[in-house]
């Protein structure tokens, strides 16, 4: 059920991607390369429909980062064509405060390497490339305003899953395919293990759920635990906050959100 | 029906922008006469783009107005069908599709059936039509419906009902339900094209948009079927295109001698039946 045709897939985000270049008149992309499996997979998308020279990777590694996520960026940087700056983010973070817990430190530097992307983007005239997915989009496994934060969301109606079928269509290297994803806040920390399941059971259920629209129960009925069921469906509400624009207080008789209502490409129309 | 050539064209428009939309369909329209083309059909709402929202009455014009000159003068030698949002005389925008040719509005359609049900809104902004009528032009008898109608046969049937020969149908039909075969909303409605021109008898020609608005990606894919069921060309996915199709009059002839599916309509049954249900 999670199949889908990559070609397919590869020429409509291809489409997308120019659309959002050409209608804002920006000279490419920029993204934050991580080495891992999404950030991977939209370079590949971006420099396969923009060429590899208007797109920028950004590797932003802090000292606790693995060395692997670092050789990982260059690896599909090299393997792509694209240039790629790098920005070691210690200091920032440091300057800032020394004695974080792991999530608040988390947070900090998916939202410090959002900094420096939408400046590097202004810089040279790039739009943002976000590369979050379905599946961590759903379960709120992202920093609002961090990692979340980007002008254009490429593979956001992909679950993670299939976002490894398409990094096997763009040929990808193995060895970012076949690593456990991590957002490499801490040694050996894992999505999977800290989601406490396996992407491959949670995109089945949010299949179920989200895009069959079955209810909790008969997705129970279809061979899954009530407690992987409850779990997850708390964790979609739960996390609903940051998948909206923040409530704006209606005052006034025309308010933006509730009855100004208008399309992002309303902006490029002049 | 005489024999026709006509143009399809897969057409982009930009959005909210309809100098710049009126321009290229002119220049579409050119190019299609000078390769013999009689008609030209664009996809719907392509004078202004789809997600109107709350630009849906600010952007609706009359058919009469200054901003579509351009097209109807461009249709001195060749027919054009567009789509625009419709400013009524009640003030409420329809969307409707115009047949313009030799300078002069030929035939006007109001979306019957504006869906207003997941990804679309357009009852929110948009009124709806209530005629279902087919009209004369100068090579046969056509009848015009828009996207979602297509999903509702029995506008097509009233439509061969009342005569048409040649049904078109612009769209602006977002991709969605990838599969692995594909979109599944491509399979729907080359199915529904299919059955609407097999079953009714008529040529049945569909023009979808291409382009992005926001994350929506038109899919093209324009399709189009002969009265005996046949393939008249299938367009790409995504990409824009003029296609120029060649529908000969004396198939309609020869599908309803092979086969009496239009004769066989029971249209006093029909209206009895949907009487009864309605007084229900």
New interface residues.
């Given amino acids: 059920?999670l199949?889908?045709?990559t070609k397919?897939?590869e020429?409509?985000i291809g489409?997308?991607i120019i659309?959002?270049v050409e209608?804002a008149q920006f000279q490419g992309a920029v993204l934050g390369l991580s080495g891992g499996l999404d950030s991977s997979v939209v370079a590949a998308l971006a420099s396969r429909v923009l060429g590899s020279e208007r797109v920028l990777g950004i590797l932003m590694p802090y000292k606790f980062s693995s060395s692997e996520s670092t050789e990982h960026a260059n690896l599909i940087a090299k393997q792509l064509g694209i240039r790629t700056k790098t920005f070691d983010i210690t200091k920032i973070a440091e300057g800032y405060e020394t004695n974080l817990d792991k999530l608040r430190l988390g947070n900090l530097l998916a939202r410090l390497r959002m900094c420096i992307v939408f400046d590097q983007s202004k810089a040279e005239s790039l739009i943002v490339l976000g590369t979050s997915n379905k599946t961590e989009f759903l379960l709120g496994y992202t920093t609002w305003y961090g990692d979340m934060a980007a002008g254009?969301?490429p593979i956001a109606?992909f679950y993670k899953t299939q976002v490894r079928m398409l990094a096997k269509h763009l040929g990808i290297p193995q060895v970012i395919i076949d690593k456990p994803p991590t957002a490499d806040l801490w040694p050996d920390q894992t999505d999977e293990s800290e989601i406490g399941n396996s992407y491959e059971r949670i995109d089945k259920m949010l299949q179920l759920l989200v895009d069959g629209r079955l209810s909790p129960k008969e997705t129970i009925q279809k061979g899954f635990s009530e407690q992987e069921v409850t779990r997850l469906t708390k964790m979609v509400i739960k996390n609903q906050y940051k998948r909206v624009m923040p409530p704006i207080c209606k005052i006034s008789a025309r308010t933006i959100g509730y009855?100004?209502?208008?399309?992002?490409?309303?902006s490029?129309?002049l | 029906m005489k024999d026709i050539k006509i143009a399809i064209a897969q057409f982009a428009p930009k959005f909210a922008d309809i100098n710049a939309n009126v321009t290229r369909q002119v220049e579409w329209a050119k190019e299609a006469r000078e390769k013999g083309a009689q008609i030209i059909v664009f996809p719907e709402l392509s004078i202004t783009g789809y997600c109107l929202k709350d630009l849906s009455l600010d952007f609706s014009l009359k058919p009469d107005s200054e901003k579509l000159k351009p097209i109807l003068e461009a249709s001195e030698d060749i027919a054009i069908i567009t789509s625009f949002p419709e400013l009524g005389d009640d003030y409420v925008p329809r969307i409707s599709a115009a047949m313009f040719y030799k300078n002069r509005l030929i035939h006007l359609y109001q979306k019957i059936h504006p869906p207003t049900d997941g990804m679309f809104q357009e009852l929110r902004y948009f009124g709806r039509g209530d005629q279902i009528r087919a009209f004369d032009t100068s090579w046969g008898r056509m009848g015009l419906v828009i996207c979602r109608d297509l999903w509702h046969p029995e506008e097509a049937f009233i439509l061969s009902a009342d005569g048409a020969e040649l049904i078109i149908a612009p769209s602006a039909i977002p991709a969605r339900g990838l599969s692995s075969d594909g979109f599944k909303i491509t399979t729907s409605f080359e199915m529904l094209v299919y059955t609407q021109a097999f079953a009714n008898q008529v040529y049945f020609l569909l023009c979808n948009r291409v382009g992005f608005e926001d994350g929506i990606g038109f899919v093209g894919s324009s399709v189009g079927y002969s009265p005996e069921g046949r393939m008249l060309y299938k367009m790409p996915e995504f990409d824009e295109k003029l296609e120029i199709i060649n529908l000969e009059g004396h198939r309609l002839a020869s599908a309803r001698e092979k086969a009496g599916f239009s004769r066989e309509r029971r249209l006093d049954l029909f209206e009895r039946e949907i009487k009864r249900i309605n007084n229900a």
């Fill in positions: 059920m199949d889908i045709d397919r897939a020429k409509i489409q997308f659309h959002h209608s254009i969301y109606d009855d100004f209502n208008y399309i992002k490409d309303w490029t129309s």
